[in-house]
Every structure is written in C-alpha cells, then in structure tokens.
C-alpha cells in the first residue's frame, strides 16, 4: 500500500496533470475578477453563473481549498520524486569510474589517440597542468611504471540543476501557500476626514482589524468631459496609538505601504452616511462611507449598502458573530443591536465622493522571490553550464616514445568538450610532437 503511494506520488504523470491544472485554474483566476462586489458579478454573469462561480470558488481562486491542496500536491510530487531518483544522480556525479582501461574509450564523445615523444611522467605533468588551467579538478588515479591514468572533470556541481529548480519550485510553492493562508485582498471605503482599521470582503462576512488605522486626508478625482474618470488621488495618513506615524498621496499603482499591508487606490463612489450611535449614556456620531464596516460591539460590525433616493430608505448589512443579514431602515430611527445596549440611527446622508482602496496583505511576497531567483539560477545552471568529463591513458612505448590516448564525455555541449581537449593536445604536441605525426580520433 505504501510503495502505490509512493509511486502514485513519484510519477512524473501526477507532476505534468497538476502543473496543467493550475494553469488552467490561474487562467480562470485572471479572466474572472477576484473578491469582487457581488452586484458586479450579477452585472457581467447574471444570478445563475454567479451562483456556480460562487460555488467552485472561481470568485476566489488562489484562496479556495482545492487551490491550496493543488499546491500541497505538487510540493510533495516535487520532494517525492527529487528523493526517489536524487541516489542514482548522486552516484554519478560522486563515483565516477577514474581509470581508462583498453576498449572504455570507445564509450566516450570525444577520443584521440596520439603518439608522442617524451616520457610518460613529462607528459602526465604536462596533462594535468593544462587541465589545471582549463579548470578541471584533476588526479592521477592509476600510476604504474609503464603506464598512467588521469582523470578530471569540472562543473559536478551541475549535474544537481534539476534539483536546484526543484527546490527553487518548492520555495515558489511555499511562498504561494503562505499567500494564500495568511494573505488577504479586501476593501476599505473611506470619504474624507473618515478613518478606519477595519477591511471588508466582498467574498463573505469575515471582517479583519487592523493594529492601525487609515484616514482619508483628501481625496481628489478628475474626470474626462464625457464624464470617465481620469485621476483619482487620496492623500492617506496611517495612525497608530492616536498619532499620525505615516502620511502617503497614492493613486493608482502607487500605493500607500505599512506594516507588510498595501493600500491600492481602487475605485471611487458617492455616499456618506451620518450615524449617531448610543452606548449606555455615551452619544457619538461619526461619519461613514456606503460600504464601508463599522464596529458596533464585539464580533458585530454594520454597513451602509444603498440609499433609495425616492423612498429614504436605507440597505445595510448587518454582521454578528460570522452571520450576515440584511436589511431596511429608515434614517431618524434608532435600532437595537440584538444582545447589547447599543443603539444607531442614520441622522444624516452626504452625497460626497468617498475613495474606494483595495487592501492586501502578501507575505509570502518575499519568499517568492527568493524562489524564483534560485529558480532562475537552477535552470541556468541545468541548461547552460556543463558536467565535463576527461579521462587519459599514457603507456610507454618502444624507443622513447608513449601512447596517449585522452577522450571525454558532457551532458551538453560537445563541441565546447572538443575545444577543450584540441587545446591540451596542442600543448602536447608542441612539447612532444616537433614533427606533429599523424593523428588518430574518433568522435
């Protein structure tokens, strides 16, 4: 039972199905907005096709359970299948056969065979220095009176580039999990001289509190004669123990970051709402922006949503203890929050601009980029450099003369190897070769 997990795990099948799903998922991902408003999706799919996003979560892609157990996949595929074969790549890069012996060299890329004059040890030393100044890490692993073996190879450190994009996969993976657990993307609606610590979602009641708070200074927009908005700029202050700490104008692509928190310029609306809100003898009124969250008591939270401008009559959406209901009021009313002593009522509505910003929070930002640069690393090293390989057997032979026979083996670029080994034989036979006879290779 375990070997078929094992297996199941370890297959590269498993590997190219899960990558091809996320890709179509990231897909939908970017052609479907993410954690938008509701009545925005109603607006561009109708009530049917929003209620089957709603439900595969494609309204929420990259922060849905089936998203996140994708990624765990993928991330044990990767360990599984890095482990599983990690012996067998180890073995060649760390226990490679050091001698020549007869009839090996037909195995190798590259072969030359020459006849030199000289002495074995004279042309031993003059190899292994040539190799040395290629950068080859070389040794002598046979030496016998007659008759040498060299080996050398550089750049081991290349056969583990898989591995290296692996693991730069893994970190990627990990970062993105991160992201996707404790990350967020909601909204903050504020008009000015309003401020807030609390991010609403339009993907469900959750409501975050934030250790500062965020005031709308000004909020400036343009708009083109055809009356398109053209600029939309908020001057922001983040407050923090009653004091200002930080102060940004953003606009869009410029946000306003604090705390490992990004505050986007998003979107614009029109609509402040004047509440009065009793707490025992305590009276006070404050200021809030359609849309935008405020904290009534513990785990309960009301917003403004719509105004029916014939009627008076206002929509809000009231949260208690992760429950959502809504609701009509009407304004000059006071309304009991069930289970407290507080009281609200709307005193007045403002048709002022409010800025609408989207708030996130990425931390596993950083961690990406830490994976995608060991990722880049890996894939230069697994394309671009090479694992080379060289083996030499020098023989004495009759009347002061040697055999040699040098060759080699890379996992790319054979030409580059072919070069290499020109180059030593050259320096051989300018030292033992005055007449340069006649050479025999096969490559």
């Known amino acids: 039972m375990l070997k078929k997990i094992y297996d199941f795990f370890s297959s590269v099948k498993l590997a190219i199905i899960l990558l091809l799903t996320l890709a179509v998922t990231s897909i939908i991902g970017t052609i479907i907005e993410q954690q938008q408003d509701p009545d925005k999706y109603l607006r561009e799919y109708g ?54 012996p007869e009839g090996y060299e037909k195995t190798l890329r590259v072969v030359h065979r020459i006849t030199l004059v000289g002495n074995v040890e ?18 002598v692993s046979k030496e016998e009176t007659e008759e040498v073996h060299i080996f050398a190879d550089k750049n081991v450190f290349a056969r583990f580039g898989v591995y290296i994009v692996h693991f730069g996969v893994l970190i990627v993976l990990i970062g993105g999990l991160i992201t996707a657990i404790f990350g967020y993307r909601g909204y903050m609606n504020l008009s000015e001289g309003t401020s807030s610590n609390l991010v609403g979602f339009f993907s469900g009641p959750k409501i975050i509190e934030l250790p500062f708070y965020i005031k709308c200074n000004k909020f400036t927009i343009d ?17 923090e123990n009653g004091k200002e700490v930080y102060r940004k104008e953003i606009k869009v692509n410029d946000p306003l970051k604090y ?12 609509g402040e709402a004047i509440l009065q809100i ?3 003898n305590r009276t006070e009124t404050v200021g809030l922006a359609f849309g935008q969250p405020i904290k009534l008591g513990k785990d309960t939270y009301l917003s403004i949503i719509s105004l029916d401008g014939r009627t008076m009559a206002i ?70 450099i090479p694992h080379r ?35 030593v034989l050259g320096v051989v036979k300018s030292s033992y070769c005055p007449n340069t006879p006649k050479e025999e290779r096969n490559d």
């Open 47 to 100: 009530e049917t096709t929003y209620k089957i996003f709603k439900f595969l979560g494609f309204t929420d892609v990259y922060h849905s359970w089936w998203y996140i157990l994708l990624l765990i996949l993928l991330a044990i595929n990767l360990i599984v299948c890095s482990v599983k074969r990690l012996p067998k790549i180890w073995k060649v890069a760390k226990e490679p056969r050091k001698t020549l």
């Open 122 to 139: 004279d042309v031993k030393d003059s190899i292994l220095n040539i190799l040395k100044k290629l950068r080859y890490r070389s040794e």
């Open 223 to 239: 708009f083109y004669p055809s009356g398109m908005p053209k600029a939309y700029i908020s001057d922001l202050s983040v407050i």
């Open 259 to 270: 705390k490992g928190v990004y505050f986007y310029q998003a979107s614009y609306g029109r």
């Open 278 to 280: 009793k707490k025992g």
């Open 315 to 384: 929509g809000i959406e009231f949260i208690q203890n992760g429950k959502t209901e809504e609701g009509i009021i009407k304004p000059f009313m006071f309304y009991k929050i069930p289970g407290t002593d507080i009281t609200f009522s709307v005193v007045d509505i403002k048709p002022v601009f409010y800025t609408g910003l989207q708030v996130a929070k990425d931390p596993g930002t950083w961690i990406v980029w830490v994976g995608s640069t060991i990722l880049i690393l890996g894939l230069i090293v697994a394309f671009f």
């Open 389 to 423: 390989r060289v083996w030499a057997r020098i023989k004495k032979g009759k009347e002061g003369k040697v055999t040699l026979v040098i060759g080699g083996i890379t996992n790319k670029g054979t030409e580059g190897l072919a070069k290499e080994l020109e180059e």
